[in-house]
């Protein structure tokens, strides 16, 4: 069965403490990881789409990196407005589904 | 832009009512999604067409029921519904659908609160 795992559930930091979360994946086979950002009470905003072992993406404070087995989204010096939940999702190779989430990471960062 | 629009916002109803939500693209997209999203869990897909065609139904209850009119609109028509069917319901979309990797890029959601 495809699953998703994310940790850690939850992360405080203080503003300007870089860290990162993690993704790990058990799937049939990997055709995309992606990661969205979602604030209470709306919907997912797209980050990264990563498709292959090795590759990496950027975007502000945040880079997302991808092995066989998992992800990573590092955030580096974050801000308060960084707050949010943080979704990994992958599409596997085979079945229907096109997306399989993972239960995400909630992060707080403080002033 | 990669803009998804849902109406409305937020909808309040009685178990006896009918009601509709709205998605609407103009990405030129393939592929509509619905999804239903409990607090602090993550979105469970319910439906999905493809180039207008119902391509997944993930068992959902006969009281939801979706319509895509056409390639820009998804509706998802409610009725009879229960409380427990209280949610934020989120519409998606992405340029192919079926077994593309493409992104799915998420509407703001309808907040629905069932009485």
């Known amino acids: 069965e495809d699953q998703v795992t994310q940790s850690p559930e939850a992360l405080r930091l203080q503003e300007g403490e870089s860290s990162s979360l993690n993704c790990s994946y058990t799937?049939?086979?990997?055709?995309?990881l992606f990661w969205y950002r979602q604030d209470p009470g709306k919907g997912p905003e797209f980050l990264f789409t990563?498709?292959?072992a090795g590759e990496e993406k950027e975007k502000e404070r945040l880079k997302a990196t991808l092995t066989k087995k998992e992800s990573f989204l590092h955030i580096t010096a974050p801000k308060p407005e960084d707050s949010a939940t943080y979704l990994c999702?992958?599409?596997?190779?085979?079945?229907?589904?096109?997306?399989?989430f993972g239960k995400g990471t909630r992060l707080s960062v403080i002033a | 832009d990669t803009e998804v629009t849902q109406t409305p916002k937020h909808l309040v109803m009685g178990m006896t009512n009918k009601k509709s939500l709205k998605c609407e693209q103009h990405?030129?997209?393939?592929?509509m999604y619905w999804y239903k999203q409990k607090a602090k869990k993550p979105p469970e897909l319910m439906f999905v067409?493809?180039?207008?065609?119902?391509?997944i139904n993930e068992s959902v209850p006969s009281r939801f029921s979706p319509e895509c009119p056409n390639s820009s609109l998804l509706n998802l028509h409610l009725h009879a519904l229960q409380p427990e069917d209280s949610a934020l319901y989120l519409c998606?979309?992405?340029?192919?659908?079926?077994?593309?990797?493409?992104?799915?890029?998420f509407g703001p959601g309808t907040r629905l609160t069932v009485l």
């Open positions: 999702a992958v599409r596997p190779e085979s079945g229907n589904t096109p997306l399989v």
């Open positions: 067409y493809s180039y207008e065609k119902l391509s």
């Open positions: 990405m030129g997209h393939r592929a």
């Open positions: 998606a979309s992405s340029l192919l659908g079926g077994t593309s990797t493409d992104t799915q890029y």
């Open positions: 990563l498709y292959s």
């Open positions: 799937v049939s086979g990997l055709r995309g």
